[in-house]
């Protein structure tokens, strides 16, 4: 967790200042250049991403080494920054920065968090351990801006050179305190170390032949095919629910508080009061709602369907509210939409007995899982982008604007219906086991 908030928090001090960067240097093409360098990182991020979680199981490259090598990443995107005011070239220098997985939304780091927390963990604690990182992160979103702010009061300018000195800290924290890769003999039996104990028996490596580099890049895609194939078809569900959140929260990830700013007329304290609500709701629902509701044996499957309502109302409110002060007071309906994403990795990363290999390939199976986030969100902010453009231009009754966040939670109804399913076939099984 300290190593996803030391990342985090200096990316987040910026956000403001860029926002208003790219506002001022992109006038109206704003939600263009925005929205295209995002489906480019998408299209760039999804291999590596799943190539990254590939390489970061124990027994391959191993975490500690593709988060140190992520980490180092999003630190030189912040160098950039602080030596340039150009937005194209801030841009551009993200969009590259997507091949290592750490574009602008650093979503290989907390994906390879999440599978080494499964190296370790117990299978039925994933789901709260998964929710207090994603608090973590939510708390590091709302701490940051108030931060960013107390620090340009005393510095006028150079809010880019702080943030790049502060998120030094968190390559040097992966480097000198994260955990290294548990040790292979005495590793606690978790789906994760049963995988690398059955490679490990299967005999001495042949580094003459079969374990060139043609045949790692060879078995790499097989293994990242067959990790694809499990989610189509064993967690289909779980994985189109997941997909159907981040397509749509990717969609307005850089265009909601563009979009409020121009359409809303957010001032400079109304925007840092809704990313400090959805920060600081996201971060006590995440670390102590979600837990308690595991505490008490709540379904997984139930917080999966909860969260999903929740997301679609959360557009919604976006489409219809105009009043600042009432779009404040309902974000926590948004932060509550969140815990869909941690329940349905949760489901998507449970492991039976009767699961073939790559389901115990957590490194494999969540890269992947975040690779389909990547594709799906190039299709999203598109949509959006062009529906928050050119509003005006569209016939009655879809001419205000707030029709993209309403198309949004439109696009939302299969993953609400496909989790009232998942949640209903869960109770059946259980009833048909109790009897």
Known sequence: ITAVVLDLVPMSMVMLSLLDMYKV?????????????????????????????????????????????????TTLSLAVTAMTNNAYIIISFQTLLALVGAGTANMGMVTTVSAWTTDWCNPSEKTTLFSITQGALFGAMAVAPIAAALIQRQINSGIFVVAFGLKLLAPLYVLLRFPNDLDRDSVALTPTSMQRRLSMSSGPLNRSGDDTFKSRVRKALSHITKALRFLLSKRFAATFCYVAINFADSAVQDIVLLFLKKERHFGPMEVSAIIAMIGGAG??????????ADMIRIRTESMLFVGVVCMAAHFAIYAWVTSAIMIVILEPIGSMGYVATVASMALVSGVDASDAAEARDQGTLLGVLSGLRMIASCVGPLLVAGLSTNWQTLPRPFNWPGVSFATLSVLMIPAVVLSAKLLIDARHSACCAEA
């Open 25 to 73: 240097q992109f006038g109206n093409n704003a939600y263009w250049f925005t929205t295209g360098s995002m489906i480019i990182q998408s299209l760039l991020g999804a291999p590596a991403l799943a190539w990254l979680g590939h390489l970061s199981q124990p027994h391959r490259l191993g975490r500690k080494r593709v988060i140190l090598l992520m980490s180092v990443g």
């Open 283 to 292: 971060c006590v629902i995440q670390c102590f709602g979600v837990p308690a």
